[in-house]
T-cell receptor, first 112, second 115 residues
Framework: DAGVIQSPRHEVTEMGQEVTLRCKPISGHDYLFWYRQTMMRGLELLIYFNNNVPIDDSGMPEDRFSAKMPNASFSTLKIQPSEPRDSAVYFC??????????FGSGTRLTVV | AQSVTQPDIHITVSEGASLELRCNYSYGATPYLFWYVQSPGQGLQLLLKYFSGDTLVQGIKGFEAEFKRSQSSFNLRKPSVHWSDAAEYFCAVVPSGGGADGLTFGKGTHLIIQP
């Protein structure tokens, strides 16, 4: 099992540009989560999906953030337009009900 | 709302010494409980989890944790630390009843190992 795969590992972009982060969950896991990690706020849940359906997006900070899960093996988190305060490490995780949550290696986003 | 408190931001331990990292949660019912470790520049790795049953849980890398309902605590322990244990440790909870929600994390404890 390759685990949860995120791409890219690092992303540097200019303010105002669109950024797309990608995640491939573990096959068979029916829950997918997007987290953001910053020094100030720690690990924050942004949104999660169950069977490709968004269940709770109350953690999405602004309308500039959007997430999709078009199928069971792929999800994207998009920021448009990006701002310097969006700089953070973004993690994707997947799980089964009552299972352990497996995290990807994260995408370090820097917006300059 | 549920919350997780890790009261120690930093802990320094000598190599070979014992370790205890504290975690307290605030929630109406006993949640599911987790400990994760994060090495610099890496993702989060699950050390152990508690759902129910035996309150002493064994995990990977020689770690264990004890759930104490009366104290709403889930402290992580290791009898003898190694230099490779230096990392950030996160306690996390999720509601135990029905469905699956995202984990709520504590702020983390940074573990420093002295030679």
């Amino acid at each position: 099992d390759a685990g949860v795969i995120q791409s890219p590992r690092h992303e540097v972009t200019e303010m105002g540009q669109e950024v797309t982060l990608r995640c491939k969950p573990i096959s068979g896991h029916d829950y997918l989560f997007w987290y953001r990690q910053t020094m100030m706020r720690g690990l924050e849940l942004l949104i999660y999906f169950n069977n490709n359906v968004p269940i709770d997006d109350s953690g999405m900070p602004e309308d500039r953030f959007s997430a999709k899960m078009p199928n069971a093996s792929f999800s994207t988190l998009k920021i448009q337009p990006s701002e310097p305060r969006d700089s953070a490490v973004y993690f994707c995780a997947s799980s089964l009900l009552r299972g352990g949550y497996t995290f990807g290696s994260g995408t370090r986003l820097t917006v300059v | 709302a549920q919350s997780v408190t890790q009261p120690d931001i930093h802990i320094t331990v000598s190599e070979g010494a014992s370790l205890e990292l504290r975690c307290n949660y605030s929630y109406g019912a006993t949640p599911y409980l987790f400990w994760y470790v994060q090495s610099p520049g890496q993702g989060l790795q699950l050390l152990l989890k508690y759902f129910s049953g035996d309150t002493l849980v064994q995990g990977i890398k020689g770690f264990e944790a004890e759930f104490k309902r009366s104290q709403s605590s889930f402290n992580l322990r290791k009898p003898s630390v190694h230099w490779s244990d230096a990392a950030e440790y996160f306690c996390a909870v999720v509601p135990s009843g029905g469905g699956a929600d995202g984990l709520t994390f504590g702020k983390g404890t940074h573990l420093i190992i002295q030679p």
